[in-house]
């Protein structure tokens, strides 16, 4: 069993910034991708960023030169730092992790989320 904690959203003003950790811990041999997807209200889930074991990453148009994402491979936690944040960018945020467990099986789970808000 593997247990992701989301942590950092919260209610910030258009342009200001936030910062997302997820951590990731439990029954784990080694962890492969780590990105963060978001939903809105009335809206599909859309990936965020996304960020391999060898720190390759990629990110949605939407949030290109405003998002950075990161791991650290010790602590086996993934980061978003958002800047720049628009209206837009409001949804609940998931971290998702692609990873070996102890006996050798492939999993993919999801964080429970957490709320980012962008209003003035």
């Known amino acids: 069993q593997v247990q992701l904690v989301e942590s950092g959203g919260g209610l910030v003003q258009p342009g200001g910034s936030l910062r997302l950790s997820c951590a990731a811990s439990g029954s784990i041999s080694s962890i492969r991708t780590m990105g963060w997807y978001r939903q809105a209200p009335g809206k599909e889930r859309e990936l965020v960023a996304t960020v391999t074991s060898a720190g390759s990453s990629n990110y949605a148009d939407s949030v290109k030169g405003r998002f950075t994402i990161a791991r650290d491979n010790a602590k086996n936690t993934v980061y978003l730092q958002m800047n720049s944040l628009k209206p837009e960018d409001t949804a609940v945020y998931y971290c998702?992790?692609?990873?070996?467990?102890?006996?050798?099986?492939?999993?993919?789970?999801w964080g429970q989320g957490t709320q980012v808000t962008v209003s003035s």
């Open positions: 998702n992790v692609g990873y070996v467990s102890r006996t050798y099986v492939f999993y993919n789970d």
